[in-house]
């Protein structure tokens, strides 16, 4: 259960302000139906993280122990010093709008976390736990705890969260588990 909490949490936060959800908010202002839209993301965040979470699992097989303790303490407290760069929305790719909101969302969502914050974090926190299926529930729920409320608001409030802060709240998390990953994995 720590894998699923720790990987919810960790995305949820690491989502907020990312272009992702940025993404999902354009998403939102575009397409009326609200529920094609968290089909899309929901389906997309879950092909895309277990790939990323086999990827973290795959390759912690092949490290040390110790070395592999490393690399994921230097992974959470590089993705902390990741946080703190704003993302911007990528300029939106209209040719996906003609095939409705659902394969819009899904191919659109898809491709942007390709290399994203939250992808990265996937494969981190699948190599930290070793439990594929808990990450992936986790991080899955964690893109979904973050953009089903931008996705339902729709244009409206998006401004008037404290990204900057929610940033360094996220950067200090990845922090204190790259900490604890040194101290007790």
Same mark, same amino acid.
């Given at each position: 259960m720590e894998a699923l909490f720790t990987s919810a949490l960790t995305v949820c936060i690491a989502e907020?302000?990312?272009?992702? $959800?940025?993404?999902?908010?354009?998403l939102a202002a575009r397409f009326r139906q609200k529920t094609a839209i !968290?089909?899309? !993301?929901? %389906?997309?965040?879950?092909?895309?993280? @277990? @790939? +990323?979470?086999? %990827?973290?699992h795959w390759t912690i097989a092949w490290l040390t122990p110790t070395m592999a303790r490393y690399l994921i303490a230097a992974s959470f407290f590089a993705i902390a010093l990741w946080m703190l760069v704003p993302d911007k929305?990528?300029?939106?790719?209209?040719? =996906?709008?003609?095939?409705?909101?659902? @394969?819009?969302? =899904?191919?659109?969502? =898809? @491709? +942007?976390?390709?290399?994203?914050?939250? $992808?990265?974090?996937? #494969? #981190?926190?699948?190599?930290? =736990?070793?439990?594929?299926? %808990?990450?992936?529930?986790?991080?899955?729920?964690?893109?979904l705890l973050a953009n089903v409320p931008v996705v339902m608001a729709g244009s409206m409030g998006g401004g008037k969260l404290p990204v900057r802060l929610i940033q360094r709240i996220c950067a200090l998390l990845f922090s204190l588990l790259g900490l604890a990953t040194l101290l007790w994995y």
């Open positions: 907020i302000g990312d272009k992702t $959800q940025l993404l999902a908010l354009l !968290i089909t899309g !993301i929901l %389906l997309s965040t879950l092909a895309n993280h @277990l @790939l +990323a979470a086999w %990827l973290g929305a990528d300029d939106e790719d209209s040719r =996906f709008y003609r095939y409705g909101p659902f @394969l819009a969302t =899904f191919v659109l969502f =898809f @491709l +942007a976390e390709m290399g994203d914050k939250t $992808q990265i974090s996937t #494969v #981190v926190l699948a190599a930290k =736990f070793q439990a594929l299926t %808990l990450v992936v529930l986790g991080t899955t729920l964690g893109i």
